[in-house]
């Protein structure tokens, strides 16, 4: 197989080479590669520019979604499976607890970020997915921000008292927590009401990681915005 | 903590307890358990008489959902993070592959599993998780089996010509990836016409764990049809 990244003048092969789109939940894995101090290399893909659907990107990723990551020839999709190999391929970094359990239970966390609120996400986004009949956008819009805003009370009461998401330990959970505030903020929710959730994204923004990323991608849902 | 599975009766701490409903997901947990032929013990939750929304099931999994794994008085939830478990605390039933890429591709595919054709089936179910308006049910429900039948067919063609889902190796994505055959067949769609993904069907058929189970579970998708 030819590497599907060298279409995009990748560095080396084993120079990871990130796919993301400003804005989109690619934050989360973008802010991890960054965490680790290693070398790696991110293509923006614009989302609004259809980037994702051009005959270069479905060859990295044939559903045309980011994040995708290149790794010596080989392209992994999936925060859930992303963030899972960054703490894996650098363990020095910490990112993720090295009992097995606890390791699992921060892989639940994320697929559950992945399967229910991103949903609500895009349902609201793109509510053609759920249905065919355009007069109904509306309704399913309104029951998606009803469903995501439910998810979002949740996760505060998942950190709760804790200091990063999933114990006293940053974690790649954390990354990904923070697409869900930076959506939740963009959709006009009160995120600033959920007390643990909002001291966790103010937690995020201290970190010269976080930061780093948040100004390379310009990102919408944080940068140049009082969120921290 | 107390042991939150000893409300159940388990055995012992060490032995992981399976919480699933038959015709579920948790299914693919099942198997997987199953295919070590190390000791576990499995508690049907019934999804039909609202076993899974108790008290006692509430402080296994708050969320209500199947399955759950308790292991060391700890619970895991999401097949995608309880299958990785299951193949990564026995190695030597080999049900993910060793080279980490590879292994997180497999991460990858479970998580869409998940994150895609799963919602579609909870749409089909569920429809007022996605609108409150009962007059449009049936169109969210007519989407989301045109939409889950989309999914089988990427399935079909990700499977194409291989031994197993994920390449000549059976791995933890194979239960899972029946799971969605079995929900094909009693949503009525036309799922021998997709021949990779019926062969695959065949030959999970033909595993002693995969008969096992689906017999212990009475699994309503499969148990008395011959699909194998």
Chains 1, 2 share one sequence.
Not at 82 to 111: K, N, S
Not at 115 to 129: D, G, L, S, V
Not at 178 to 193: A, E, H, K, Q
């Amino acid at each position: 197989m030819t590497n599907p990244a060298s279409t995009y003048g990748g560095q080396s092969a084993d120079v990871p080479m990130l796919f993301f789109s400003p804005g989109a939940c690619s934050l989360a894995s973008h802010i991890a590669l960054e965490e680790t101090g290693r070398p790696y290399q991110a293509v923006e893909t614009l989302l609004s520019k259809n980037q994702h659907q051009t005959p270069e990107y479905l060859a990295i990723n044939p559903r045309g979604r980011v994040p995708a990551l290149a790794v010596d020839g080989k392209v992994m999709t999936e925060n859930t499976a992303i963030l899972t190999w960054i703490a894996t391929a650098f363990p020095e970094a910490e990112l993720l607890p090295e009992d097995l359990v606890e390791r699992m239970r921060c892989i639940a966390q994320m697929a559950w970020f992945s399967n229910t609120p991103h949903i609500f996400q895009r349902a609201k986004f793109r509510p053609y997915r759920f249905v065919d009949r355009e007069d109904v956008y509306d309704d399913i819009r309104a029951k998606a921000v009803s469903s995501y805003w439910e998810c979002m009370q949740e996760i505060d009461a998942l950190i709760g008292d804790k200091q990063w998401t999933m114990g006293d330990a940053y974690t790649v959970v954390d990354p990904y927590a923070l697409v869900f505030y930076g959506w939740g903020t963009s959709n006009g929710l009160p995120m600033r009401d959920l007390a643990s959730f909002t001291r966790h994204t103010e937690q995020m923004m201290e970190r010269p990681a976080v930061r780093r990323v948040i100004e390379r991608e310009k990102n919408p849902h944080f940068w140049s915005k009082r969120l921290g």
